[in-house]
């Protein structure tokens, strides 16, 4: 029975080449994209989660809390010696183990030095916390600190086909030579776990390192230098919440009835998408792009799916005499059905090879698109093949079963008397399906200008400083000499101000303050504080309202003197600021609010405090058009201040665009799945157009007889085509306006969603659907009336 | 076998009913071979549509065998068309995408007859039709006679009672029409029932029964004039 209806559905789609070829393209166009991003996803949800143990391993977590209280910030750094409490403390820890990449490790192969990337100080029950599997003694692995455990990769690398296990290897490590004892080799690290290595080393190794940054700290014991990521595993039916409260009792005994620091523990399965707020160095991925991605691939897939069910019932009278003789052959409802299933089936299944092939090519794209390398991760390879495999099976049957149950139906008789009502030219169904993917490709359209305009409006509403022609110096950690750097760029004439802060405008930090406010004793206000020098200011064009600027002149200046915006004047509550104390000085000047960071934020109340030492950015306000002649210049006296570092610069243009990038991204990939919606949709339209054209030359035949003109036959197409899009430009318009808001909601400074994006979306639509329309119904008009009526 | 007692059939429009066949009577015996004939538009296809379960009567009885085959299941329908009679269309009505072997080989594939008694089967037909060579080609590629032939070699595969023939040599030349109808003939000598529709007085003669339609009306059902002959000889 199946060998019947695959050959049946494989000489129909051989003899109808055209619609087979549409659908199929089209189908593979839609599964080549959902693939990528399906890719993306999959590599991003199975983060970690390679873990057998993963629901009672936990990292611990540190919330700083500033001295007014409020909580500042999470790292997932912990103190070294919090894990040997924990150990001794903690009924409900297993196992714990800090761990700390070492910088610097380099092992030696042959003469030469090679670095590690990730050489990771650690305990030993590393390995029965993440059961990661050991060949060699793992239960004493780090006893001696000049012992090694090594991944399969680098004992392949450093001991090639040989065992390594009680072999010795040298090492640089804090800048000496040492022997190092191999103790055991572990299996590689999977790509997608917030834990890799390349080898364990023992913890205090990183320890030394650390003790010899911060001569004055003994980190092991210090509770307040918070260096190592400490992992956990909890007992089966562990009680999270208690564990809080041991914790609780852990911060009282170390830092006192004032503490400093909350620790908490957050699971091995949070660890990679649940981390947005998290100070951590490990690589985390978005949970809101993951699902802007899948609402992105769905809408592909049902613009697939429509386009064949729109073809398939089409083209079905070509199908209909067949089902009308098998009927008559015994052939029953169900069968018909199958059959009619299989084929669409057989024809996803025809795409899938297609979509893996498109797939694999626009993957190096994609990667450029989703800024992230898209790895085909071994692990979950099976997972890739079930889920490519189901989603085509899906979209086959999910396809064919409205086409087959409506060909299934149709009455014998009926179809074999030629008077079938089968591929109607008006089917409701199929119209409602046409103004579907015309609202999702509209919806796309409108989107994108929305995105890109906003994109726009953030990089060109003025900011209330100076947004071009300023030169960003980073001035790196290290922190160099500015002053005398700044005072030798200021001598060039190009040069017309210069001046540094702590971070340059918007800023991506922040560091509030709160003050008591003016008139409300009880009220506290946050104030942001920026720490600039004394050209700041007037480099970066901020204006002055009212009061001075430091000055170099006034000696009480750096500590006692502060300039407020507007914005700190109204939430303070001050009436006539300057001269107001503050703090331990006075308000000395007042500024014009500007946007401190991006738009995504309110201007908030600020506090300027004046310096030479903050200085990490410089700012070069510069004349127009002397960047290229001046660039070298400023890096040669760079090079006199700092000549073994890096000379980091940024105009004001490129520093603002990074802030942007998510933004612009969005747009990029919104923009081209329209462009695939486009494509495919289209596709559709034509080959749906074609089959009208075809089944109506009679019609068109008796019409010209009738005395009808090309341009009457052309416009009658016309219109017909052009009525879904007008319904489904309507429709699109409450249904983006209702994302984009939500989406506009990030920003606080952002552009009103007026008419004309859905004006140009409409005007898109029409113009790409007439273009299909066009071809079709322009060879229609030239049908000579004598061939058209001779056809039956 | 086949007994319709006061069979109509009419379509309902807005002011008035138009009948396509009225209070048509009629009982086919075991073996019989009926030609129905009439200008066109008396109602002989319905009434073949009727016979064949493909179409349902308006008022009236229907009977094979003694059972009402009036408000059948679809399934019941379907389980007549699998096991009972085989359909011949004027237009041929063979399944393009298939060729000469698979289009007969269809019904019993829907029969669930197994590939091995599948392949004996259609082979033996082939054979009778003298069509072996051609059993890999497609209907296009076929003469209207030599495709009528598949038409009929796929009708009677499944072994049917009952052959119902719609104008089967309407779109045939004389000759091939004569080569069909002799196949019809032969058929029905081996004790198969036929009913056909026909313009054709000559082929019609074919028929032992010749049943005259005007505007849905039966207005002649005599034996055939040979029939008689051979009866008085």
Redesign the interface.
């Known amino acids: 029975m199946f060998r019947n209806y695959l050959k049946s559905a494989l000489r129909f789609l051989k003899r109808n080449k055209l619609f087979a070829g549409i659908n199929i393209l089209g189908l593979s166009l839609a599964l080549a994209a959902t693939f990528i991003i399906l890719l993306f996803v999959i590599n991003e949800l199975s983060y970690n989660n390679g873990y057998k143990n993963r629901k009672q391993i936990y990292r611990v977590l540190v919330n700083y809390v500033d001295y007014s209280g409020t909580e500042a910030g999470t790292d997932d750094e912990a103190p070294y010696a919090l894990s040997k409490s924990i150990k001794d403390e903690f009924s409900q820890v297993k196992y714990v183990a800090r761990v700390r990449n070492m910088k610097g490790f380099q092992i030696k192969l042959k003469d030469e030095f090679i670095p590690i990337r990730d050489a990771v100080g650690s305990d030993s029950q590393i390995f029965k916390i993440f059961d990661i599997p050991v060949d060699g003694d793992q239960d004493n692995i780090h006893d001696n600190p000049n012992s090694i455990v090594l991944s399969r990769k680098q004992a392949q690398k450093f001991f090639p086909d040989e065992n390594p296990v009680g072999k010795e290897i040298v090492a640089l490590v804090n800048d000496k030579e040492e022997v190092f004892l191999v103790k055991g080799v572990f299996d590689d690290i999977r790509v997608n776990s917030t834990l890799q290595a390349d080898c364990f080393i023992n913890s205090t190794l990183p320890l030394e390192r650390l003790n010899k940054k911060f001569k004055d700290e003994n980190v092991e014991t210090n509770w307040r230098s918070n260096y190592w990521i400490t992992w956990l595993l909890l007992n089966k039916n562990a009680d999270v919440a208690s564990l809080d409260k041991q914790l609780r009792e852990l911060e009282k005994k170390v830092y006192g009835e004032k503490d400093r620091y909350d620790f908490s523990v957050q699971n091995l399965t949070e660890v990679y998408l649940n981390s947005q707020e998290i100070n951590s160095s490990a690589s985390q991925g978005s949970m809101k792009n993951i699902r802007i991605f899948s609402a992105i691939a769905l809408l592909i897939i049902i613009v697939a799916a429509f386009n064949y069910i729109i073809l398939s019932t089409a083209v079905s009278t070509g199908r209909a005499k067949e089902i009308g003789i098998r009927k008559t052959n015994g052939a029953s409802i169900q069968s018909i059905r199958e059959q009619l299933l299989n084929e669409s089936v057989v024809l996803a299944m025809l795409a899938l090879p297609i979509a893996l092939l498109l797939a694999w090519q626009g993957k190096p794209y994609a990667e450029d698109l989703f800024q992230t390398k898209l790895l085909i991760i071994n692990s979950n390879i099976a997972i890739y093949a079930v889920v490519y495999m189901s989603l085509t099976l899906l979209i086959g049957l999910a396809s064919g079963l409205y086409t087959s149950s409506i060909l299934s139906k149709l009455k014998v008789i009926s179809i074999l008397k030629n008077s079938a009502q089968t591929g109607k030219r008006k089917s409701r169904v199929r119209f409602a399906l046409i103004v579907v993917q015309l609202v999702i490709f509209c919806s796309f359209i409108s989107s994108t200008l929305i995105i890109r305009s906003q994109y726009q409006y953030a990089l060109e509403k003025d900011p209330g400083y100076r947004n071009k022609d300023i030169l960003f110096i980073d001035m790196g950690k290290s922190s160099p000499d500015s002053k005398a750097f700044i005072n030798s760029i200021k001598s060039y004439p190009n040069v017309i101000s210069a001046g540094g802060a702590v971070e340059a405008l918007p800023r991506l930090g922040s560091l509030p303050y709160n003050y008591e406010h003016f008139q409300d004793k009880s009220k506290k206000v946050s104030v942001e504080i920026l720490g600039v020098d004394y050209d700041f200011i007037e480099t970066m064009g901020i204006h002055l309202l009212e009061g001075r600027s430091f000055s170099r002149e006034f000696s009480s200046d750096p500590e006692h003197s502060f300039i407020i915006n507007e914005a700190a004047v109204k939430a303070l509550g001050i009436t006539e600021p300057i001269g107001k104390p503050i703090d331990n000085g006075k308000i000395i000047g007042v500024v014009k609010d500007f946007n401190v960071h991006s738009l995504h934020s309110n201007i908030p109340p600020l506090m300027f405090v004046v310096s030479d030492a903050f200085v990490l950015q410089v700012a070069i306000h510069h004349k127009p058009g002397t960047l290229k002649n001046l660039l070298p210049l400023i890096e040669a006296e760079w090079k006199k201040i700092a000549p073994d570092q890096p000379f980091n610069f940024k105009t004001v243009e490129e520093y603002n665009k990074e802030i942007y990038t998510a933004e612009k991204n969005l747009s990029v990939i919104i923009s081209i799945f329209t462009l695939f919606s486009l494509l495919i949709a289209s596709l559709g339209l034509f080959g749906l157009t074609l089959f009208i054209t075809t089944s109506r030359t009679k019609e068109i035949g008796v019409k010209k007889v009738l005395g009808s003109s090309g341009s009457t036959i052309i416009y009658s197409f016309l219109k017909e085509n052009f009525i879904p899009v007008f319904i489904a430009s309507a429709l699109s318009v409450p249904i983006t306006w209702y994302f984009m808001n939500k989406w506009l909601s990030n920003f606080s400074y952002k552009i009103p969603i007026s008419l004309w994006f859905f004006a140009v979306a409409f005007i898109v639509a029409i113009a790409v659907v007439g273009a299909t329309v066009f071809f079709h119904s322009w060879k229609a008009s030239r049908i000579n009336p004598v061939e058209a009526l001779r056809y039956e | 076998m086949i007994y319709l007692k006061n069979i109509d059939k009419y379509y309902d429009s807005k002011f008035q009913r138009t009948f396509v066949l009225k209070a048509v009577n009629l009982e086919v015996k075991e073996g019989e071979f009926v030609s129905i004939m009439g200008p066109s538009g008396s109602g002989k296809?319905t009434l073949l549509?009727i016979i064949?379960l493909?179409?349902a009567p308006s008022a009236g009885e229907y009977s094979l065998y003694e059972k009402s085959v009036l408000d059948l299941k679809?399934?019941a329908k379907?389980d007549y068309?699998?096991?009972f009679m085989g359909?011949i269309?004027q237009a041929y009505?063979?399944?393009?995408?298939?060729t000469v072997y698979?289009n007969i080989?269809?019904?019993l594939?829907?029969?669930g007859v197994k590939s091995k008694d599948r392949q004996a089967m259609v082979a033996d037909l082939l054979d009778r039709f003298n069509m072996v060579a051609k059993k890999d080609l497609f209907p296009q590629q076929l003469s209207g006679g030599q495709q009528q032939l598949v038409g009929i070699a796929?009708a009677i595969i499944?072994k049917p009672k009952l052959l119902l023939a719609d104008e089967p040599t309407g779109n045939l030349q004389s000759t091939q029409g004569e080569m069909i109808m002799e196949t019809l003939k032969a058929l029905n000598d081996e004790g198969m029932t036929i009913i056909q529709v026909t313009h054709n007085e000559k082929f019609a003669e074919y028929g032992k029964r010749i049943i005259r339609l005007e505007d849905g009306i039966i207005r002649g059902d005599k034996m055939n004039k040979t029939e008689f002959a051979s009866v008085k000889d």
């Open positions: 296809s549509n064949g493909l179409d679809e399934k379907v068309h699998r096991n359909f269309f009505h063979l399944i393009e995408e298939m698979e080989e269809t019904p594939i829907y029969k796929r499944g």
